[in-house]
């Protein structure tokens, strides 16, 4: 049963891929940052693709939850330990002049992101032609996020906020954190969606049966 535990993890076993990529946290929880995985996309739960990334170390960068296109959350790094989602960042409006990751918890959606088109056709971002969904925004190109991401996330998030106190204004983008040099989410990401669900709330109860449900 996926309860908010000591240990940080709020998903199930299952759903638990232990990312060798984090440090000891130091700092309290004070922000939640949303990403883009920009994955290439092997299978179309991606799921495969997703664990190894988490648990690669010749690469830098892990995230506490990713949330795959089936909806599954899974998690990579505990909350009580610091992941290494944002880079180089900073949050003026709690006085955080670096080193965002200190003080948050990184939720990533598995999305290809920003398309190019060339020649009336579009590619993802490895130069594959992309035939999926679309979304059009201020002339660019994008991937949508998945109704069942977003439902995802919609009862994720709410046990985040309440279980670290975080409020709906530290809970950003990594555009936000990192302006002028990272765009993730986009524009295209659904805030008032999803930040109307915390409104509402939910209970542990609920995560547990979506989990169940995927
Ligand atoms: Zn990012």
């Given at each position: 049963m996926p309860t908010p535990s000591k240990e940080g993890w709020f998903v199930p076993p299952e759903n638990r891929i232990a990312s060798p990529k984090f440090n000891k946290r130091v700092k309290p929880i004070k922000m939640i940052v949303v990403h883009t995985t920009i994955a290439p996309r092997e299978t179309p739960d991606n799921r495969k693709r997703?664990?190894?990334w988490l648990m690669n170390t010749s690469s830098t960068a892990s995230t506490h939850f990713v949330i795959l296109r089936n909806g599954v959350i899974l998690q990579g790094?505990?909350?009580?330990?610091?992941?290494?989602?944002?880079?180089?960042?900073?949050?003026?409006?709690l006085g955080i002049a670096s080193d965002v990751n200190a003080w948050s918890i990184g939720v990533d959606f598995d999305s290809l992101g920003r398309?190019?088109?060339?020649?009336?056709e579009l590619f993802d971002a490895y130069g594959s032609p992309y035939?999926?969904?679309?979304i059009e925004h201020e002339g660019d190109f994008f991937e949508p996020?998945?109704?069942?991401?977003?439902?995802?996330?919609?009862?994720?998030?709410?046990?985040?906020?309440d279980e670290y106190q975080v409020?709906?204004?530290?809970?950003?983008?990594h555009r936000d954190v990192s302006p002028g040099r990272k765009t993730d989410p986009e524009l295209i990401f659904?805030?008032?969606i999803v930040l109307?669900?915390?409104?509402?709330?939910?209970?542990?109860?609920?995560?547990?049966?979506?989990v169940r449900y995927h």
């Open positions: 997703i664990e190894r790094v505990s909350t009580l330990d610091k992941a290494w989602h944002a880079g180089k960042s900073s949050w003026p409006r398309l190019t088109k060339k020649g009336g035939h999926g969904d679309v996020f998945t109704v069942e991401q977003i439902d995802s996330f919609r009862i994720l998030l709410p046990i985040l906020a409020g709906e204004q530290n809970i950003v983008g659904p805030w008032p109307s669900a915390i409104d509402f709330g939910c209970t542990t109860r609920e995560l547990a049966n979506l």
